[in-house]
């Protein structure tokens, strides 16, 4: 249990939830917060849509998502083109993505893999990133 997770950060959490398929609880506990319910409260702040409970009752899954015959499958969603991206860097580059890092789309578009558009960020780095581009009209 690491209590320096910052569970405010939109792609941490998403990754957390979504991607690896984490529960409200799991997700909490990796934050050393007590309440499911302030995690919660983040995912809606950033959009993040909670699961079905079926899905925490563990159903067939692969890699933390749900195979695509299952009946729950949605079709990938934004995370299939996040591990195409992942997919591309790691074949040009020979090397895996580490823990703490993500592809970023330099040109914000999640669709265009093109080697040159694609960066290796810290967790950190690529939410600053994103933050400021939601936020810079504001300023």
């Known amino acids: 249990m690491s209590k320096n997770i910052d569970y ?32 919660h409260y983040w995912m809606r702040k950033f959009n993040i849509q909670s699961r079905e409970a079926g899905f925490q009752r563990g159903h067939k899954m692969h890699e933390g998502r749900y195979e695509e015959n299952h009946n729950c499958w949605k079709g990938g969603g934004r995370s299939h083109y996040y591990r195409q991206a992942r997919k591309a860097w790691e074949e040009h580059w020979d090397i895996p993505v580490q823990e703490g890092y993500i592809i970023h789309h330099v040109d914000r578009n999640i669709k265009n893999n093109d080697i040159c558009n694609l960066v290796l960020l810290t967790w950190s780095e690529h939410t600053k990133i994103h933050w400021r581009d939601r936020h810079a009209n504001r300023i």
């Open 8 to 39: 405010k950060s939109e792609y941490w959490l998403y990754d957390q939830y979504v991607n690896k398929g984490n529960t409200l609880k799991q997700v909490a506990e990796k934050c050393g917060i007590k309440s499911e319910a302030t995690i």
